[in-house]
């Protein structure tokens, strides 16, 4: 499945936080110092931690909060997104491992969390009795830590001992310490693999394979492992036996998955991230590891019924990209593969993600950005599948699935739909609704509508609104809108409560485009935009911008836009290309120096989306895109908000400083604001979501909707 980052209705960034690091990279430039520019007097702003900068930021979020805090309506707003945050009436998410359901879950108790489980059977019940398995709050008090969860991987099939990664305030360098999921407690004397951007997988009960920073040489220019070892139980770091290396040039952490199935068959895949969205694989054995020969931006991703499943962003043989394929897995380990298509979208669908059950593949499949979904099975005569009945104009995800057994769980939820959760029996019987997310605001005055703009080229780019029924036709509707256009992630319909509680029941109205550079459409949608080709996402944007005018649903006086990392740079260039389209513009955790952004932090990371400065063409088209070099004096631009997190490992706040430092330079009115914690995804705790949420609504608020009342 696509990760990455930001939900469609979400002011913040989620695990779909900006760039998934499940994904790869390109080629890159060989040390963390970013290229010098000319007249540049604010790179003394990219010392993240560094006393002055810090002392910067402490000086500017003291200017910024009392602007947004002491508006009368941040304080409802805080609370209605906290109280809508913590409500422990949410769904719990299931995760099905260890013959129980597994569940992180936060609230006004737990800001920071618990992990805990209860039984399948219980879990059915509307109010199940959990055991905690995991008090992060107690945890983070007892060690003096701010521990932030990043989820557990768990020896496969018996799933008894996993490795739990903890992050200190959200970065994404982790600690991973061994757990054991019969006692509930840390394993004695077990695994523990201190703080690094690091992967860990199980070969058995007393071996891993580790991909992390062993020392000097061994990461890349974003920090990213490429030196992978084998770790015996005992061992200490020093004592790991290198079982394969990658280079520094590439551009995502090397790591293994191991895909198993009911009939014993297992497959231990290695991935060596030369670029962003493809890999080398090499299939790795007790006895040495041999090259796969698959194209690069195709993955395994599922072991049913001795066929090894693929998903593909680029043509394999037969197989078209953007399909799911199979293969034998004798043929994968003798390397002769042939693969067998399972399923091919056409023109206006694509597959937003499979997951593979004891005996059955599930796939979810967007049309017309719309979900739908399918079962496909396995038999003598190949695969044949059945289509699954969920309600329609909604968006479909796979919550949870497992190899032991056919029982899946999904989710299904549509912007004014509250989320359901849905089992399913993948081997026979109708999807059945078990859990339902209690509205969480009044959508009865609603509608969505769904338009097509026409974008610069003569593309049809389609979109989403959200309004009160029956609203004048006079362009005076405040509307935010938001967008992200990048990594071949899709924006699909979603129920988001603080969105309708804090700016839908107030009569403002939201809108979704679904521009090129996502996934919505599959690979192709996604290529269309990468590198120098990439002002055709920006032309899209406005182009939906226009098209909300034309219509009237708004006009340029009443509409904000907001987008976070990848969608931050989106912000920060409409900011500067279209600066009459909009009254607000919020910038969240962005990227907006494209001339230095391989040197910060993981950019180097990102050439495979965006180019490099060390391509005479690509560094040409960048200048001419890059939001902080493109700033010009004496621009009506409106004021935007910038907000960025200090934590940040991923993009960093050195953007987000700098392009506001330049706007104070040139006279420029400008909102920042830098939080001390959460990480990439501003997801330290509750609180934090909470309190981010209500600055930038309160800022929509005053530039759409006037003073307070």
């Not at 009569?507 to 055709?536: C, M």
């Not at 631009?637 to 700098?658: C, F, L, M, N, S």
């Not at 604001?673 to 990439?680: I, N, Q, R, S």
Request: aromatic residues 10%; neutral net charge; contains cysteine.
């Amino acid at each position: 499945m696509r990760i990455m980052l930001v939900s469609a209705m979400v002011t913040l960034l989620a695990s779909t936080s900006a760039f998934a690091q499940t994904r790869a990279m390109p080629t890159i430039l060989p040390t963390t110092t970013a290229p010098m520019t000319k007249d540049d007097p604010y790179i003394w702003l990219e010392d993240k931690d560094g006393a002055k900068p810090l002392a910067w930021v402490e000086a500017e979020n003291a200017k910024t909060l009392p602007r947004l805090q002491n508006d009368p309506r941040y304080a409802t707003f805080h609370a209605e997104a906290l109280a809508i945050a913590s409500a422990k009436d949410r769904i719990p998410m299931p995760d099905q491992r260890f013959g129980r359901i597994y569940n992180f879950w936060r609230d006004a108790e737990h800001p920071h969390g618990l992990w805990r489980w209860t039984s399948e059977a219980d879990y059915a019940a509307a109010s199940p009795k959990w055991t905690v398995a995991l008090d992060l709050d107690a945890l983070g008090k007892a060690e003096g830590k701010q521990w932030v969860w990043k989820g557990a991987t768990c020896l496969q099939p018996e799933e008894r001992l996993c490795l739990v990664a903890l992050s200190e305030g959200g970065e994404d360098a982790v600690t991973y310490r061994e757990f054991d999921l019969s006692t509930g407690q840390f394993v004695a004397n077990g695994f523990l693999l201190p703080k690094s951007k690091q992967s860990a997988t199980w070969v058995d009960k007393d071996t891993l394979l580790v991909a992390r920073d062993w020392g000097p040489g061994t990461t890349t220019a974003s920090s990213y492992a490429f030196v992978m070892k084998q770790l015996k139980r005992g061992q200490p770091l020093t004592a790991a036996t290198e079982v394969y290396r990658g280079a520094a040039t590439d551009q995502g952490s090397t790591a293994a998955d191991v895909l198993t199935d009911d009939k014993g068959n297992r497959l231990v895949v290695i991935q060596r991230r030369s670029t962003f969205f493809g890999a080398d694989k090499l299939l790795w054995t007790p006895t040495g590891i041999k090259p796969l020969a698959l194209p690069q931006r195709t993955f395994p991703v599922a072991l049913i019924d001795g066929q090894v499943i693929f998903s593909t962003s680029e043509p394999w043989g037969k197989v078209p990209a953007g399909a799911i394929a199979s293969v034998p897995i004798a043929d994968v380990e003798r390397g002769t593969m042939t693969p067998t298509v399972i399923f091919a979208p056409n023109a206006r669908q694509a597959v937003d993600g499979v997951a593979g059950t004891k005996s059955k593949l599930i796939a979810v499949i967007t049309d017309n950005v719309r979900g739908r979904a399918m079962v496909f099975s396995h038999g003598v005569t190949g695969w044949t599948s059945a289509p699954l009945a969920f309600p329609d104009n909604a968006s479909i995800d796979v919550a949870s699935s497992s190899d032991r057994s056919d029982h899946a769980y999904l989710t299904v939820t549509g912007f004014l739909t509250p989320t359901s959760l849905w089992t399913l029996d993948a081997a026979g019987g109708a999807p059945k609704s078990i859990k339902t997310l209690p509205a969480k605001f009044d959508a009865s005055a609603d509608v969505v509508e769904q338009f097509e703009a026409t974008s610069t080229d003569g593309t049809k780019i389609p979109y989403f609104v959200v309004h009160k029924k029956g609203i004048a036709l006079d362009g005076t509707t405040p509307t935010i809108m938001t967008a992200y256009g990048g990594f071949e992630v899709s924006m699909t319909p979603t129920y988001s409560g603080s969105t309708g509680k804090l700016w839908l029941e107030r009569g403002g109205s939201y809108v979704l485009a679904n521009i090129r550079g996502g996934g919505e459409f599959g690979p192709a949608w996604h290529d269309a935009g990468r590198k120098t080709k990439r002002q055709v996402i920006y032309d899209d944007f406005a182009s939906v911008a226009k098209d909300l005018f034309a219509r009237k649903l708004t006009s340029p006086a009443k509409l904000g836009i907001y987008g976070g990392s990848n969608g931050g740079l989106l912000m920060g260039v409409e900011f500067n290309q279209h600066p009459d389209l909009w009254k607000a513009v919020t910038i969240q955790v962005p990227l907006l120096d494209m001339i230095r952004y391989e040197g910060i932090a993981a950019g180097a990371s990102w050439v495979d989306e965006y180019g490099s400065v060390s391509v005479p063409a690509e560094k040409a088209f960048l200048e001419t895109i890059s939001p902080y070099q493109n700033i010009k004096k004496g621009v009506a631009y409106p004021e935007p908000y910038i907000w960025t997190t200090t934590k940040d490992d991923r993009v960093g706040p050195q953007h987000a400083r700098k392009f506001a430092a330049r706007l104070k330079e040139y006279g420029l009115p400008y909102l920042f604001y830098e939080d001390t914690a959460g990480g990439h995804s501003g997801d330290a705790d509750i609180a934090q979501g909470a309190r981010l949420q209500a600055l930038q609504m309160t800022y929509f608020a005053q530039k759409l909707m006037g003073p307070a009342q």
